[in-house]
């Protein structure tokens, strides 16, 4: 039978709302049971999502394989690798990764043990150093993984922003935009704004970020102009709590969900032939236009949401233009160099 994931809006507190079901209603315990622990871990909704669904292709692999979860080594997760790598769809490297690591926590919790090695292509030994000589042999397991290819994300420049907000309509969608392009907000971010959180009268907005980490943050005159437009002019009259909500048609005053925002991105990037915007990029952005001002990278940190500097400092990677223009103002701005005397 197929394994499916399934949302169940009316689970218990105690129960993740995603289920892992093989048919029509049998549940899949070895994965529900541990998605009910990520749930009482804390685990966003969306996380929870991405966990059924690598359990998902997980299940879809024991089937076609015969390989049970107890009988999993390193040799057979590289079997596990190869099979993702040849199908039709083939997957992006940092999904294979995340699978694999769902994986190797699914066993974890289940054997309350590492996925054991086999052989030793997967793993090597070395003595530890200890006094008089004597030293107590450990074994050293290599995490398995697929080479993620490093990219750069070049920002969008004023003509491509301009470009893409001359066709806007609604200041729900310049609103949005604005949260993206002045305060680097995750899409997920924007989307969970409540009523409560906008502090406008004070210049604040309370934003929910990854892991239900909060962070204050600060709202420029501009973008509060265009959230006090929206809220008093366009939005809905509506028992929802969601700061964006639907328009028009028959969802009119619900929530904004991810596939509504989805829609709101490819309209007008069909609109002003602004391919590569996306929200992604519009953060990207964000971050990249602040180091240009000379903010720190712990003061950028906080204002993106980052719990590690190290990821800061990969989001503002310089773009060749940015490389270019350093380049040309050191060249412009270094001594010249004397010349040799003619022979």
Not at 18 to 41: M, P, S, T
Not at 120 to 142: D, E, M
Not at 205 to 211: N, R, T, Y
Not at 256 to 284: E, W
């Amino acid at each position: 039978m197929r394994v499916r994931a399934f949302f169940d809006p009316s689970a218990l507190p105690g129960k993740s709302p995603y289920r892992l079901l093989e048919g029509a209603a049998h549940e899949v315990e070895w994965a529900n049971q541990f998605l009910d622990a990520q749930h009482l871990r804390g685990l966003s909704l969306r996380s929870l999502r991405a966990y059924a669904f690598d359990l998902v292709n997980l299940a879809r692999w024991f089937a076609v394989t015969s390989v049970e979860l107890s009988d999993l080594t390193l040799g057979k997760l590289t079997d596990y690798i190869q099979f993702q790598l040849e199908q039709q769809v083939q997957p992006a490297p940092r999904t294979i990764n995340h699978r694999l690591s769902v994986t190797v926590s699914l066993y974890r919790f289940h054997y309350e043990r590492d996925v054991p090695a086999q052989g030793r292509t997967h793993a090597s030994t070395f003595a530890l150093s200890a006094p008089f000589g004597y030293a107590r042999r450990r074994r050293v397991v290599r995490r398995l993984g697929v080479k993620v290819p490093r990219r750069i994300v070049i920002p969008l420049t004023a003509i491509e922003i301009g470009k893409f907000w001359s066709g806007f309509r609604t200041f729900r969608d310049l609103s949005i935009v604005a949260l993206m392009l002045f305060n680097g907000l995750r899409s997920c971010e924007v989307l969970s704004l409540k009523l409560e959180d906008l502090r406008c009268t004070q210049s604040q907005m309370l934003v929910h970020g990854k892991g239900n980490r909060e962070r204050l943050l600060p709202l420029d005159s501009e973008t509060i102009k265009l959230l006090e437009t929206y809220l008093n002019v366009e939005r809905p009259i509506t028992s929802s709590c969601s700061v964006f909500v639907v328009l028009k048609g028959p969802n009119r005053g619900r929530p904004l969900t991810p596939a509504g925002l989805r829609t709101v991105f490819r309209h007008h990037r069909r609109r002003s032939s602004v391919s590569n915007a996306n929200p992604h990029r519009f953060r990207h952005t964000f971050g990249a236009d602040m180091v240009r001002a000379g903010i720190s990278l712990p003061a950028l940190m906080r204002l993106m949401g980052h719990s590690h500097i190290h990821t800061t400092m990969l989001y503002v990677q310089l773009s060749p233009r940015d490389v270019w223009r350093e380049f040309h103002r050191a060249v412009r701005n270094r001594e010249p160099a004397p010349l040799p005397d003619a022979p």
